[in-house]
């Protein structure tokens, strides 16, 4: 049996699946397999996988959202660890064998490179987002997802304890088992960029208000787990705080100005003491 199994859903994937499969294959590392979970794909996904017949195992289902298509590659893996990749980002050469020399914790992530339509974001994300190992339950609800999905590998049997991802959410359901993990685990952090996230108009992450109401419901679960509950009340509302100016960022990057200042109103109620709320606020305001 493989040592790794690496999971890739894809949906209307056509565009870029050859190049991620290709980017797997040119591992250093070469003790794995690969599993497509195709999520019922209505373009040519399928038809440009076939030239890696014998590379890749292929499973086709219904659409059911990218949750449930992970799980599904999670349960047809035979590997000792598993390692997700989304179908429209690549992974560097040495990516695998990097983080099985950190294989010592229980899930490892990496810096990351990124790449198309990424506007003013820097090519390396660690010089906008601070990555962390170590115990980061706190800095993961604080701080927002700073664990790109496409850099994770974990032991198989750690995500069957955890059950998974959760199928309610559909765009931060990554950032909630890790938090989930994180409650528990110690997590490995390889500070190299070894995989490449792709920014491009079809990505889950665009739809802001979406993704809005997916924060505050990823935040509500990790508040009620035990490490949640047993936060301090400053914590507690702290974390609020930012998950509403996140949103109101989002909501004011898009042009919602009436949904970012009801969000940085929220921010402030949870928490009046932090300043950064009321200057994005008034700069949403001078804009407008």
């Not at 949906?11 to 397999?33: G, H, K």
């Not at 695998?96 to 490892?108: D, G, I, K, V, Y």
């Not at 049997?157 to 088992?177: H, I, P, R, S, V």
């Amino acid at each position: 049996m493989p040592n790794v199994s690496v999971i890739i859903p894809a949906y209307n994937a056509e565009a870029f699946i050859a190049d991620t499969i290709r980017s797997v294959l040119a591992q250093t590392y070469q003790d794995f397999e690969i599993i497509v979970v195709d999520d019922g794909s209505k373009d040519g996904t399928v038809a440009a996988l076939e030239p890696f017949n014998g590379s890749v195992r292929v499973h086709t289902q219904a659409n059911g959202g990218v949750a449930k298509a992970r799980n599904t590659g999670a349960s047809l893996a035979t590997g000792a660890f598993i390692a997700f990749l989304d179908a429209d980002d690549l992974w560097l050469p040495q990516k695998l064998e990097r983080q099985l020399q950190h294989a010592s914790a229980p899930m490892t992530f990496t810096d990351r490179l990124n790449i198309g339509d990424r506007g003013d974001l820097p090519e390396l994300q660690s010089l906008v987002t601070p990555m962390h190992g170590g115990d980061v339950f706190v800095r993961l609800l604080r701080e927002g997802n700073f664990i790109t999905n496409t850099s994770v590998m974990m032991r198989r049997a750690l995500f069957d304890k955890m059950g998974g991802f959760y199928t309610g959410l559909n765009g931060t359901e990554d950032w909630d088992l890790w938090i989930r993990i994180a409650e528990r685990h110690e997590v490995g952090f390889v500070p190299e960029p070894l995989v490449k996230y792709r920014f491009h108009g079809g990505g889950i992450s665009r739809n802001f208000m979406r993704m809005g109401r997916e924060r505050v419901l990823v935040i509500e679960r990790a508040l009620a787990l035990d490490r949640g509950r047993a936060l301090d009340w400053r914590t507690r509302r702290q974390i609020w705080a930012e998950t509403w100016r996140t949103n109101a960022y989002e909501a004011g990057q898009a042009g919602a100005r009436g949904q970012a200042l009801r969000d940085y109103a929220n921010a402030a109620v949870a928490w009046p003491l932090e300043f950064q709320p009321y200057k994005e606020a008034m700069k949403v305001c001078l804009n407008a």
